[in-house]
Structure formats: C-alpha cells, structure tokens
C-alpha cells in the first residue's frame, strides 16, 4: 500500500483540486490521509466524495512536520509500504509514482525520492537541488533537469511539497523535527535520511505540477518570519563549524539588513523588516517563537505572529 498523507490549513478547494488528481490516476493501492491542522475542513463531506480517505485531526495547529508526523504515523500502523508526502497545491496530471516506485524497487538503499515539480504554465519551479552551506541555501533547480531520462540523482534536498519515502527508512530515521513549525523541515528531514546512510534521489521522469505558494504566500509574516529562524536553526544542527561561521557573518552582515531593506523600504512593508528581524533574533537565541511560551504555543504564535496576509 502506498499512503498519500496531505496536510491541509485552511486549503479545502486545493485539497480537493489535489485528491481529484490522484483519484484520476487510477491506482488501486492509494490510501489517502488528510490532516486537518486548521480545523476547517468537512471531514464528512470530503471522505464521501473521495473513497478511502480519512480525515486526521490533531487539535489545533502543530505545525506541518507534526501533521505529517500524525499521517506517516497511521499510515505505517495501517501496513504502508510507502508515504507520499504532498501540498495541497500540487496536482497530480501524469503517473509521476511509477518512476520513483522503479528507482526505490532497484535501489534498496533509496529512502527518499522526489519528483520534478512544474509551474502551472508547464516549466520546471524543481529540476533536483543544490546546497550552500556557506550561506544556508538549498536551492531547488528551476528550468532544467538534473539528470538524464530514465535515471535518478542523488540530491542534497528533496522538498516537502512531493516527498516519497520508504516507510522502513522512516522507522530507522525517525519522524520529522517538528520545532520548526513550517519551512526547513523538508530540508532536515533529508539531512537525517543522508547522515543516516539513506540515499535521496530526484527522479527526472516523475512530473508533478505544484502551483506555488498556495497556502501562504512568499511576502506573508509566515514566511519571512520562519524562513528568517528556521535557516539559523537548520544551520546550527547541520551545519560543519567553518560553514556555521561564515554562515553567521553572512547573514548578520549581509542578508539581515538588505532582506530588512527590500522589505521597508522597496516593497514599503515596515511590519515585514520588523518581522525579518525577530526571526533572525529568535533564530539567534534558539527560541521556540518570538516569546517563550508554553508547550501550547505553536498555535498562538502561529495566531499572533503570523497572521494571514
């Protein structure tokens, strides 16, 4: 059995979008796990119109690792094979799991693989992935492939938007770090599959089409204060001392204040510099938000930092 585990916040139009597409595949073996972080969806109504599904609710919002966590979880108790982790605002136009269910059948050691990720007007936003670890960069590859037709490469970053993993891996890894709340989650999980002596692959074959963005959106409080934390906190636990150090001059002296600049001054959004700046003091401080809360607090932070732009 193949698990698809989609964790949904406030998304039920990109959900459904997202479970047509899959139902259109036609693969018998799916089972598909929707976990409800908003509390917003219609768990009745949606398992009707989709045979199979079920509907998780965590209670509250634990951040996308933890809904992830939540799906892997029941789909490995329920004898998954295999969990595909997907967005919402992905959408599935071709058979993009036979390829990497062939790279995985032929490679015992591949835990985790990704497909190429296409634009809705077809180009590719995901064509492998690089790593800066000067600068605390993965960067997918836009444009092109990496690799030949027919071929997989291994990557340094595999993103969460179209992940397949090997439930077996996932047993040995363990479950996705869950303090990052959202955004470089993907990133650590595929640094725990490499340093656990797992490969990660891209498989060029494999097309999924991923709009981009469609849940939270690139100048959002969301992202820039979680991208701004969660690269120092990436950095701290993976990072080798000398790319920690410049790391830290780079982006104390460089990206801190030109991010801060484009923000109030470019792009004429004040709050947004405010809250680069408190995701950089955060990530600095190794705190688990802008306060120190409770066990309680990634739903009021998420309530009270970021709110919906």
Not at 102 to 126: F, N, S, V, W
Not at 250 to 261: D, E, I, K, S, W
């Amino acid at each position: 059995m193949i698990a698809v585990v989609i964790v949904d916040y406030w998304s039920e139009e990109l959900s459904r979008r997202c479970l047509a597409g899959l139902a259109a595949l036609g693969r018998g073996n799916l089972r598909c796990f929707v976990v409800d972080n908003g509390g917003s969806l219609d768990a009745e109504r949606l398992q009707a119109d989709f045979s199979g599904l079920t509907v998780l609710r965590p209670g509250g919002n634990p951040g996308f690792a933890a809904g992830c966590n939540l799906g892997i979880a029941r789909a490995e108790a329920e004898g998954a094979q295999y969990c595909l982790l997907l967005n919402p605002d992905t959408v599935a136009e071709v058979d993009f799991l036979s390829p990497m269910l062939a790279a995985m059948a032929g490679d015992k050691r591949i835990g985790m693989a990704c497909p190429t990720q296409l634009d809705e007007h077809g180009g590719i936003l995901y064509g492998g992935a690089t790593m800066n670890w000067w600068s605390g960069r993965p960067r997918m590859i836009p444009g092109r492939r990496q690799g030949a037709a027919g071929t997989f490469v291994e990557v340094p970053f595999a993103s969460g938007a179209a992940m397949l993993l090997r439930v077996s891996a996932v047993r040995e890894i363990g479950p996705m770090a869950e303090d990052y709340f959202l955004y470089f989650e993907d990133n650590d999980y595929t640094q725990a599959f490499v340093h656990g002596g797992w490969k990660v692959v891209y498989v060029p074959d494999a097309e999924i089409r991923h709009t981009g963005s469609g849940v939270i959106g690139f100048r959002s409080a969301t992202y820039v204060y979680y991208m701004a934390r969660n690269r120092i906190r990436f950095m701290r636990r993976w990072g080798r001392w000398y790319h920690r150090l410049v790391f830290t001059l780079y982006n104390t002296a460089v990206r801190l204040p030109v991010m801060m600049a484009m923000y109030g001054i470019v792009w004429r959004r004040p709050a947004l510099a405010v809250t680069q700046l408190r995701g950089y003091i955060d990530g600095m401080l190794e705190r688990i938000g802008p306060w120190l809360l409770p066990s309680n607090s990634a739903e009021r932070l998420h309530r009270s930092v970021c709110r919906r732009d």
